[in-house]
């Protein structure tokens, strides 16, 4: 705290004819900042500060509404939203599909374990594809960009993905972990092998590869499948958190969003 | 008016925004810069050549959205070339990309508002910076309009308010001026001496024109090489009579590049 400005300063402050020099002037000012009691003491013309005040509610009335503030920033997901609303729904149908065969032809080998290690692929392709992403020339040269954006809308997709996977596995019977634990494995694979092939061929290279080798040979021997039997989810909760590990250390490979994706 | 932080008023401890020593880029598989030296201080740069002379892919390469194939580069006194962390060099940077992609149903204020929170600004200060830099392009009466409903020239102001948003050290603009109308080419220039004051503005551009009347510095480059690095006024020097143009920065512009292609035609190695 300053020492208090004399009673001749502080009128010479106030006083727009007085002529007062600069550093005294600024050191008044940057103490009346601080002391109530020497602004009070401070005698302004009669009614200027009413006058003032007046004039900025007036001013205010007159200007534009203040935006209002939204709660809940939907705005921000959005584009997710509508781009991923397409593939989430079709991933959706086919589950539902799965569901309606298999209480028809009771036979078959679980389509619902089947088909979940591919369930979220198609939503994390395009979540994080240059196709897709109209902006992501500008969004790839934001700090943000990375495998920390990349998460984000993976797991926009997992949220959707995942309740319709327990739900559909407790239908037919598939055990939660079996329906569950597939899929987040398959989604770490994804992000994993992304970080070097590009997400979206890592996508279409894992989601081939388990239709040729695992669902279709079940499909054609009716027979559920080694990988899928009941006492493999210990196999893959390992797997799974091997594959979130090596993806977090490639973390690197994202900033720059490459060209094949 | 806002508040200054002594983050901002802290003296830098880097002689150039940027500093490229041999650079070279690809786009796809050609090599698109080549060996490109340069250093860029405070000011306003204008980057002037020929169509396919490399002048986006070194913008791109100075936004670290493409990874420079070789070569240094330092950013903002950080490496910003291989496998850099650069999470920091780009919170000091805004970049206009040549064709910016953006999402149609977005209004303006949600677009610029957006990539601050892309941009990791602080959460309390995006309201007011989105505002500013609406404000600063003169889009303010459009601010909740949809970006579909925007004009060609409304649209590529509403891309350098959101270059602009979180005040970059160094910022980056890829034919900001196409589609603007006269009037608002001269209130864009007004705005790039404005930043060009205490940060490095690079503008990519085809009109010799805004280059002589708003830059402080013009960058020629052909084929992926710096051609020229001078003033406005070294520019306009180095025309004659006899050289294609209607000013003397024009005819400067084409004395140059004919004297590069012709000294690259008489040393076929030296061009590659």
Request: with cysteine; net charge positive; proline share 6%.
């Amino acid at each position: 705290m300053t020492t208090h400005p004399s009673p001749a300063a502080l009128a010479r402050y106030a006083d727009p004819l007085a002529d007062l020099d600069e550093v005294t002037m600024w050191s008044v000012e940057t103490h009346l900042e601080d002391c109530a009691d020497c602004r009070a003491r401070l005698s302004v013309g009669d009614d200027l500060l009413d006058r003032v005040a007046a004039a900025v509610e007036r001013e205010i009335a007159a200007g534009p509404p203040p935006v209002r503030r939204r709660r809940w920033s939907a705005a921000r997901n959005r584009w997710l939203v509508w781009q991923l609303m397409p593939w989430l729904v079709m991933t959706l149908a086919v589950l539902a599909c799965a569901v309606l065969l298999q209480a028809v032809r009771p036979q078959l080998p679980s389509l619902v374990a089947l088909l979940a290690p591919v369930a979220p692929l198609p939503g994390v392709a395009i979540a994080w594809s240059r196709r897709h992403d109209p902006a992501w020339e500008l969004i790839a040269g934001t700090p943000a960009a990375g495998l920390a954006l990349l998460l984000r809308r993976t797991a926009a997709v997992l949220a959707v993905v995942v309740p319709a996977l327990g739900l559909a596995g407790s239908r037919t019977g598939v055990s939660l972990a079996l329906a569950l634990l597939p899929c987040l494995a398959f989604t770490a694979a994804t992000i994993a092998l992304g970080a070097v092939t590009g997400v979206r061929r890592a996508a279409a290279g894992l989601g081939v590869a388990w239709v040729l080798g695992v669902v279709l040979p079940a499909v054609l021997t009716m027979r559920q499948p080694v990988v899928l039997q009941p006492g493999t989810s210990g196999l893959w909760a390992l797997l799974t958190l091997a594959l979130a590990g090596l993806a977090a250390t490639r973390a690197a490979d994202f900033r720059r969003l490459s060209s094949h994706n | 008016m806002r508040t200054v932080s002594a983050a901002e008023t802290a003296p830098t401890t880097h002689p150039w925004a940027v500093d490229a020593e041999g650079l070279r880029v690809r786009a796809g598989r050609h090599l698109a810069v080549d060996g490109l030296d340069l250093t860029l201080g405070l000011g306003v740069h204008g980057l002037l050549g020929p169509n396919g002379a490399g002048k986006t892919t070194l913008m791109r390469a100075l936004a670290t959205v493409v990874k420079p194939a070789g070569g240094r580069l330092t950013l903002l006194g950080e490496p910003a070339d291989g496998r850099a962390d650069l999470r920091r060099v780009r919170r000091g940077i805004g970049y206009l990309p040549q064709q910016f992609g953006f999402y149609p149903r977005f209004t303006v204020r949600e677009f610029v508002e957006y990539m601050a929170w892309l941009k990791e600004m602080p959460k309390a200060a995006v309201p007011g910076a989105t505002q500013r830099a609406i404000d600063r392009v003169g889009l303010t009466a459009k601010a909740d309009a949809r970006m579909k409903t925007l004009s060609g020239g409304m649209l590529r102001r509403a891309g350098i308010a959101q270059a602009i948003v979180n005040d970059p050290a160094l910022l980056l603009l890829d034919e900001p001026t196409v589609g603007l109308d006269p009037e608002q080419r001269l209130d864009f220039r007004e705005l790039l001496r404005d930043i060009g004051v205490d940060s490095c503005v690079l503008v990519s551009t085809h009109l010799v024109e805004d280059v002589v009347a708003a830059c402080t510095d013009v960058v020629l480059i052909n084929e992926g090489r710096l051609v020229h690095h001078g003033t406005p006024d070294d520019l306009a020097a180095q025309g004659g009579a006899g050289d294609a143009g209607d000013s003397p920065a024009e005819r400067g512009y084409s004395a140059l590049l004919r004297r590069h292609r012709a000294a690259g035609a008489a040393t076929p190695e030296a061009g590659r």
